[in-house]
């Protein structure tokens, strides 16, 4: 039966009809039902947009096809619902990579859109979910990309931006290189990234907005000057609590990143805003890395190793550059030093927090036993299990997860503060 003809017609059938139209991004069809419903346009319909992916649906409604425009249809709910989040935040959460919707808002509405906070989706985040930017929004959803979930806090940072730099992160990148100059306060932004731990979205921001990154504080402080005063003030209080040497490594480690980006960030920047036609994984690695090493950075075998996150990709696998040299060798075995702190050790995987006593399982691994005791499981399974040992800190579950570290050694990691 056809909607029109249900005899008892709800609200609920009609977005369950615009719904399903969406999904398939049937212009003619969302038009001719919109035509007939003109009031059935509203914010859920320009996120639903954006959910799907409905790109012809979705310019209809921006280019002003429909009854009502999207920058009109935001006008009409804020008076009730301030917190109503603009079309362009709605976009760059759900659409972030159609940096041309996104160039399209920006000269269709006024540009104070990319300056406006809103409690958007909560739904999707938490009830309380914070106050952000549509940038925010952007780079909170490019870490969900497929290729950067492999990675995880804690092993190689050079990786993580030889990831970003991919042609599959770079048409959202372009989307975050259009809102930035429209973004107020981005070195506070970056801040609550150091803060929370939130590597990808800080390397990110980074890649296309190092220079507001860098800008100094009402306090006079730059972003890496306020870490070296906290790192060092946490270093002077002496034994830390669990939650303290979290956030501790945490601020090293985005140091670290910042490190990079202070050296190399206007040759990355300039490679990802050049990159205008698909480049494969392999020729990516080659070309940052080279770009890493101009610069002064030593690169590790961890930091080329790009399998985990193109499994899909044959000339991932057979390029002589990803394959590990011998980790018997001397020169890949990296062992811990004897006076390893506890903020050290959980540079170690960025997974957990190990207790005083646990520290001590870290001395084992120079002894050929607790070296030999490795699971045969992939890395991500490894990481799964390592995670799933935070809360436990009975010995056999360390065991567990000294094993996956010792195993981190025979890649070719190597610890430093």
Not at 239 to 246: I, Q, R, S, T
């Amino acid at each position: 039966m056809d909607i029109l003809e249900r005899p008892f017609f709800h609200d609920k059938y009609l977005y369950d009809e615009i719904e399903k139209i969406i999904e398939c991004d049937d212009k003619e069809r969302f038009l001719s039902l919109i035509s007939k419903f003109p009031d059935s346009v509203c914010m859920r319909v320009v996120e639903d947009c954006a959910f799907f992916h409905a790109r012809k649906c979705l310019l209809a409604i921006i280019e002003g096809e429909v009854s009502i425009s999207a920058l009109e249809i935001y006008a009409k709910f804020v008076p009730h619902f301030p917190e109503t989040p603009t079309p362009l935040a709605v976009v760059a959460r759900f659409f972030h990579e159609a940096y041309d919707i996104i160039e399209l808002l920006l000269k269709r509405g006024p540009v104070e859109h990319a300056k406006i906070k809103g409690y958007a989706f909560q739904s999707v985040f938490y009830d309380d979910a914070p106050c952000a930017y549509p940038l925010d929004h952007l780079l909170t959803s490019l870490s969900d990309e497929s290729h950067l979930y492999p990675w995880a806090p804690g092993t190689s940072l050079n990786k993580l931006i030889i990831l970003l730099c991919q042609w599959e992160t770079n048409a959202s990148l372009k989307s975050a290189r259009l809102l930035a100059p429209h973004t107020d306060g981005i070195n506070v932004i970056a801040w609550t990234y150091v803060r929370d731990g939130r590597l990808v979205s800080l390397a990110a921001l980074l890649l296309v907005a190092r220079e507001k990154v860098f800008v100094p504080f009402d306090s006079g402080l730059t972003i890496r000057q306020r870490i070296v005063e906290i790192v060092d003030a946490l270093h002077r209080e002496g034994d830390l609590d669990h939650e303290a040497v979290k956030y501790q490594s945490m601020l090293v480690e985005a140091r670290e990143l910042l490190d990079i980006f202070e050296r190399a960030g206007d040759a990355l920047s300039l490679y990802c805003s050049s990159m205008h036609e698909y480049v494969p994984p392999h020729k990516v690695l080659i070309d940052v890395a080279n770009l890493l090493k101009k610069t002064g950075h030593t690169l590790r075998p961890m930091d080329l190793d790009l399998r985990d996150c193109f499994r899909k990709c044959p000339e991932v696998k057979k390029a002589s550059l990803f394959k590990l040299s011998d980790p018997e060798s001397p020169s890949n075995k990296y062992l811990l030093p004897p006076s390893l702190t506890r903020a050290q050790s959980f540079c170690a995987t960025g997974r957990s927090y190990p207790s005083v006593g646990d520290c001590q399982l870290f001395h084992k691994l120079k002894s050929g036993p607790m070296l030999n005791f490795l699971p045969s499981a992939s890395v991500p399974r490894l990481l799964r299990t390592a995670a799933s040992q935070v809360e436990d800190t009975v010995l056999g579950n360390s065991q567990k997860h000294f094993a996956y570290i010792a195993f981190l050694f025979k890649r070719g990691i190597k610890f430093s503060i």
